[in-house]
Nanobody
Framework: QVQLVESGGGLVQAGGSLRLSCAAS????????MGWFRQAPGKERELVAT????????LYADSVKGRATITRDNAKNTVYLHMNTLKPEDTAVYYC?????????????????WGQGTQVTVSS
């Protein structure tokens, strides 16, 4: 089992940037594909970005492609999401996600473990 704790959310002006962090504890971090999802009020939880266990492969949602970067530091058991050129439509609760194995996680139903979420609000 793995425990995930996100940090770094908050209120950001449109056009600004932020970095979210997710610290993992428990089983070997490199056993997991990691991801970031988000959920806005009244909407389904959707993928933002995902990264393979050794960091060699990443995948981004079209809505954030070119504005988001997912990275991981396996020595620190931490995954990061850096986003720039933020838009009001990026406002959501952002969740860190872990999936056992090497296949990228692209849908919420395939996630094995969730963090508690961190609110990101982008003001116009």
């Amino acid at each position: 089992q793995v425990q995930l704790v996100e940090s770094g959310g908050g209120l950001v002006q449109a056009g600004g940037s932020l970095r979210l962090s997710c610290a993992a504890s428990g089983r070997t971090f490199t056993s997991y594909t990691m991801g970031w999802f988000r959920q806005a009020p009244g909407k389904e939880r959707e993928l933002v970005a995902t990264i393979s266990p050794m960091g060699g492969t990443t995948l981004y949602a079209d809505s954030v492609k070119g504005r988001a970067t997912i990275t991981r530091d396996n020595a620190k058991n931490t995954v990061y999401l850096h986003m720039n050129t933020l838009k009001p439509e990026d406002t959501a609760v952002y969740y860190c996600a872990a999936k056992v194995g090497a296949f990228l996680v692209t849908t919420a139903r395939n996630v094995d473990y969730w963090g508690q979420g961190t609110q990101v609000t982008v003001s116009s």
